[in-house]
């Protein structure tokens, strides 16, 4: 496995193990699937919640307009996913500078702009750290898990 992959599947593993953690037992990686590609990671399935993670120094140094990109790919991945549930919902997830895979908590979860979580329609990106988004949607998610 090259490089790039070895950093991506660590921080895929490390969002899995801490989605676990925090009470997601159903969430995984997911298999690439070519240009059908739903993300990284599903959080749940009802709703659909899909996860991109970029993680290594790219993400850690990432400029407004490569979180932009990443937005854009997220948001494709998530309307590919709607094929499937029409309760779909795709959040982008960088890690910090400074914060490991033994930091994950503190990652940076990206809402997308076209995307309604509750409190959080706002029309614009929102960024939440990764701990304390999960802290939140499982209490509004607890019903469906």
């Not at 919902?89 to 940076?108: A, K, N, P, S």
């Amino acid at each position: 496995m090259n490089r790039p992959k070895v950093i991506g599947t660590r921080g895929e593993t490390a969002v899995v193990n801490l989605a676990h953690k925090m009470g997601f037992p159903e969430a995984e990686r997911l298999a690439l699937r070519g240009s059908d590609d739903w993300g990284d990671i599903r959080l749940l399935s009802d709703p659909l919640v899909i996860l991109e993670v970029k993680s290594g120094k790219t993400a850690q140094n990432a400029s407004w307009s490569l979180i932009r990109a990443w937005m854009q790919e997220t948001k494709l991945e998530r309307d590919r996913a709607r094929r499937e549930s029409t309760d779909v919902h795709g959040f982008l997830i960088t890690q910090r500078c400074g914060y490991g895979i033994g930091r994950v908590e503190d990652w940076c979860l990206w809402t997308l702009p076209d995307d309604p979580i509750g409190e959080l329609e706002v029309g614009v990106p929102v960024m939440l750290p990764l701990g304390g988004f999960l802290w939140m949607m499982r209490e509004r998610w607890n019903a469906r898990i």
